[in-house]
């Protein structure tokens, strides 16, 4: 349908030659019959000129498609790298964080426990850093999706109070267990015995329940939360898991979406760290 434009020019040109014809018989001296402009579309399709000129176009159509996809990802790319500087800067005190605090490679990641994917990647960056533990830490953000509350923000919540209680140690148990029970998409965790799940997940972690309870529901939680999901939005994140790689020594970021496998992660990583100041 897009070539048909140009079928049609072509059509108008050969109509174009008519009057030509009529010159020609007109001042030469051996008239020729004037070919009807059906008599010329059947000569060039028998000859294949009308189809090679179709193909020209096609595929001229095709690469410019094809550049302008291109130039569309690469500014999509700039634009994600730019916002992806806006990210809160990460701090020991204030962030949960997984590895050596100080690690020159901080893999952000922007996550939701409700969501399948962010399940499917949660061990990635964890193997990660266990492999580079010198180099690499990664640093946890919440960020729920609508679609799977209240469930989602209720286990960030879980995890946060945790944490609290029982130290930055416990968080990273407490989210891994969360993660390996989890049924996703809103559902959260399966009920043993009329025992609220999170609540057994916190008591492993020797959290104290009445606290856990009373934490859960606090109005400050909610604004680490909410603090966390300000973070990513300003950082250009949009859907989790959303991945920021910083090199704090060179300054450079990196973006990464979706469950990408940990060997991936680990090349990205890599190669942020071959950047040099």
């Known amino acids: ?43 060039l ?4 000129a009308l189809d090679r000129a179709i193909d020209r176009g096609i595929e001229r159509y095709r690469n410019k498609q094809i550049n302008a996809a291109k130039l569309r990802q690469q ?15 990460v701090d020991a005190q204030s962030d949960f ?3 050596k605090p100080d690690a020159v490679i901080s893999i952000i990641e922007y996550s939701d426990f409700e969501c399948p994917y962010c399940k499917q990647f949660s061990d990635a960056p964890i193997q990660v850093v266990d492999q580079m ?33 029982k130290g930055n140690n416990a968080f990273w148990k407490f989210n891994e ?8 998409n809103g559902q959260g965790l399966p009920k043993a015995n009329n025992i609220d799940p999170l609540e057994a997940l916190a008591r492993e972690q020797g959290a104290d329940i009445e606290i856990f309870r009373a934490c859960i529901d606090s109005e400050a939680v909610q604004k680490q939360i909410n603090a966390d999901i300000e ?29 990408i496998p940990a060997d991936a992660l680990k090349q990205e990583v890599i190669n942020l760290i071959n950047i040099k100041p």
């Open 1 to 43: 349908m897009m070539m048909l434009p140009r079928l049609i020019k072509l059509l108008i040109l050969t109509v174009n030659l008519v009057p030509l014809l009529f010159l020609h018989n007109a001042y030469s001296q051996t008239p020729i019959s004037t070919p009807t402009t059906e008599q010329i579309i059947q000569a």
């Open 45 to 48: 399709e028998k000859s294949g």
């Open 75 to 89: 500014k999509e790319a700039a634009e994600k790298l730019a916002m992806a500087k806006n990210a809160r800067a």
């Open 97 to 99: 964080i997984y590895g």
């Open 133 to 165: 533990p010198s180099q690499v830490n990664l640093v946890w953000r919440n960020f729920p999706l609508p679609f799977h509350e209240p469930m989602a923000s209720k286990e960030a919540a879980a995890a946060i109070c945790v944490a609290q209680q």
């Open 177 to 184: 267990g969360i993660f390996k029970g989890t049924l996703t």
């Open 231 to 259: 973070d990513g939005r300003n950082a250009g994140i949009s859907g989790t898991p959303g991945v920021i790689l910083i090199n704090h020594k060179s300054g450079t970021f990196n973006v990464l979406a979706g469950a």
